[in-house]
């Protein structure tokens, strides 16, 4: 899975921290420890897809548009992750009905995986995930 599913969470969860805060893409990245333009491209999709509202200049940032527990985890995945259990397989020679067939059978039991995957994450919002951290919060 692409690192955009869990930075796009962990930014979500930030600014639920902080509803009321604006929260700058500099802060954001320095809990993930990567570079804020990572960062300010996982927020430019989530302000259009209306999921947050920013505010620029001095004292600006990120804030929340939608209510966390209305956010699941399956909604950032297909934003984020979609696709990504497809395999790259090689090509097969038309001489081999494995090699001819294998990428045809393995898209067809990867998109049920993922449909699943999908199913699961449904179950749990950015909410949740915030509480979670909560209760396995170490330092």
Do not use: W
């Amino acid at each position: 899975m692409k690192s955009e599913f869990s930075l796009t969470v962990l930014s979500l969860a930030m600014l639920a921290d902080s509803p009321d805060q604006m929260t700058t893409s500099d802060v954001i990245a320095d809990s993930a420890l990567v570079h804020p333009v990572r960062i300010r491209k996982v927020l430019a999709e989530l302000k259009k897809h209306g999921y947050i509202e920013s505010k620029e200049g001095s004292g600006g940032g990120f804030i929340p548009k939608k209510c966390p527990d209305q956010i699941t985890l399956d909604d950032i995945y297909r934003l984020t992750a979609m696709d990504t259990l497809k395999p790259k397989c090689p090509e097969g020679g038309d001489h081999c009905y494995i090699g001819s067939n294998i990428e045809t059978v393995l898209d067809k039991i990867l998109a049920d995986t993922e449909e699943q995957v999908i199913a699961y994450l449904r179950n749990y919002s950015i909410s949740d995930v915030l509480d979670l951290i909560k209760k396995e919060h170490v330092l």
